[in-house]
């Protein structure tokens, strides 16, 4: 940001709010044995941000959130405060594809996600942009109106995050340019309702250098999409190299990025209080102890003990 001449640089712009920070900071946590689990799983690793699935991920099957999960769900974070919590959609919703079948049960599933994340009190819904498979204009088009879609039949408050993506085969979304384009074809009446989750792992292998041009990157989503439209960021490392156009998470600090882009952001004043939630390998021996350590390094990184 430039400060016009004449005007002295305010200090208080560049310092840190650790404690701001830190409020926002956790995991993908499991609801092995139903929604109303996540808080206190989230809990138990001093989550104040969490991430879960309210259904099986890769089975079509649509779950209900009735009034009593929803009251349970409620207690659970009274209980055990983590402060923000989203959902993520299903791996196999595709809200682009140019197959109507495909597309008409992308749609159904994606309203069973918004209906039972609004139930839930959700702050948000991290959607992946779909695949376009056959052409990318026509795509990017599809995926725009199947969130109208959806969120005029699921009315409501909770916003769709649309996730950046590492740009395998025809996904969409692996560019700033992608992502502002389908908000911007989303219908007036429901744009304000989309918003962007930022994965690390999936920009870097999508070809936004994280290591080398840190501020360049956020300067260009700034520009692009705009830095007050990123409500959640996923902290991921990356098994596989620069521009890989892979999406293989690795722990922080152990893959492609290295710690210091993972710094950075715990100290960068532009994404204090951004929620921040990793979606790190859980380990071999339990869901607790790398997540733990993952934490512990971030907020060591961010200057908090
Ligand atoms: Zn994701
Ligand atoms: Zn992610």
Same mark, same amino acid.
């Given at each position: 940001?430039?400060?016009?001449?004449?005007?002295?640089?305010?200090?208080?712009?560049?310092?840190?709010?650790?404690?701001?920070?830190?409020?926002?900071?956790?995991?993908?946590?499991?609801?092995?044995?139903?929604?109303?689990?996540?808080?206190?799983?989230?809990?138990?690793?001093?989550?104040?941000?969490?991430?879960?699935?309210?259904?099986?991920?890769?089975?079509?099957?649509?779950?209900?959130?009735?009034?009593?999960?929803?009251?349970?769900?409620?207690?659970?974070?009274?209980?055990?405060?983590?402060?923000?919590?989203?959902?993520?959609?299903?791996?196999?919703i595709?809200l682009a594809s140019?197959?109507p079948?495909?597309r008409a049960r992308s749609i159904a599933a994606f309203i069973g996600e918004l209906?039972?994340?609004?139930?839930?009190?959700?702050?948000?819904?991290?959607?992946?942009?779909g695949?376009?498979?056959?052409?990318?204009?026509?795509?990017?088009e599809r995926n725009a109106t199947a969130i109208t879609e959806a969120l005029r039949a699921a009315p409501?408050?909770?916003?769709v995050?649309?996730?950046?993506?590492?740009?395998?085969?025809?996904?969409?979304?692996?560019?700033?340019?992608?992502?502002?384009?389908?908000?911007?074809l989303v219908a007036?009446d429901v744009r304000?309702r989309v918003?962007?989750?930022?994965?690390?792992?999936?920009?870097?292998?999508?070809?936004? @250098?994280?290591? /080398?041009? &840190?501020?360049?990157?956020? #300067?260009?989503?700034?520009?692009?999409?705009?830095?007050? =439209?990123? !409500?959640?960021?996923?902290?991921? @490392?990356?098994? /596989?190299? &620069?521009?890989?156009?892979? #999406?293989?998470?690795?722990?922080?600090?152990?893959?492609? =990025?290295? !710690?210091?882009?993972?710094?950075?952001?715990?100290?960068?004043?532009?994404?204090?209080?951004?929620?921040?939630?990793?979606?790190?390998?859980?380990?071999? =021996?339990?869901?607790?102890?790398?997540?733990?350590?993952?934490?512990?390094?971030?907020?060591?990184?961010?200057?908090?003990?």
């Amino acid at each position: 940001m430039r400060t016009s001449s004449g005007t002295r640089p305010r200090r208080e712009k560049t310092i840190v709010d650790p404690g701001k920070n830190a409020e926002r900071l956790g995991a993908h946590v499991s609801t092995q044995g139903g929604c109303p689990t996540a808080p206190r799983r989230g809990f138990a690793i001093g989550a104040t941000a969490i991430q879960l699935f309210t259904k099986t991920p890769n089975m079509w099957r649509e779950p209900e959130v009735t009034p009593a999960i929803a009251d349970d769900f409620r207690r659970a974070r009274d209980v055990h405060p983590v402060g923000f919590a989203v959902s993520h959609d299903s791996y196999l919703i595709n809200l682009a594809s140019p197959d109507p079948a495909l597309r008409a049960r992308s749609i159904a599933a994606f309203i069973g996600e918004l209906t039972r994340s609004e139930a839930l009190g959700l702050d948000g819904i991290v959607s992946h942009p779909g695949n376009f498979i056959d052409d990318h204009d026509a795509g990017l088009e599809r995926n725009a109106t199947a969130i109208t879609e959806a969120l005029r039949a699921a009315p409501g408050s909770v916003p769709v995050l649309l996730e950046t993506t590492a740009g395998s085969g025809t996904v969409l979304g692996r560019s700033f340019e992608e992502l502002a384009a389908i908000r911007n074809l989303v219908a007036d009446d429901v744009r304000h309702r989309v918003r962007f989750c930022a994965d690390t792992c999936h920009l870097y292998s999508a070809g936004y @250098d994280l290591v /080398t041009e &840190f501020e360049t990157v956020w #300067d260009t989503w700034d520009r692009v999409i705009g830095i007050d =439209l990123l !409500t959640c960021l996923h902290m991921n @490392d990356s098994k /596989t190299p &620069f521009a890989s156009r892979r #999406d293989r998470h690795a722990l922080i600090g152990e893959g492609s =990025l290295g !710690t210091e882009p993972f710094r950075q952001i715990m100290v960068s004043p532009r994404l204090a209080g951004i929620p921040k939630i990793l979606e790190t390998p859980k380990g071999d =021996l339990d869901e607790v102890t790398n997540d733990l350590a993952m934490l512990a390094l971030l907020r060591a990184m961010g200057g908090a003990n």
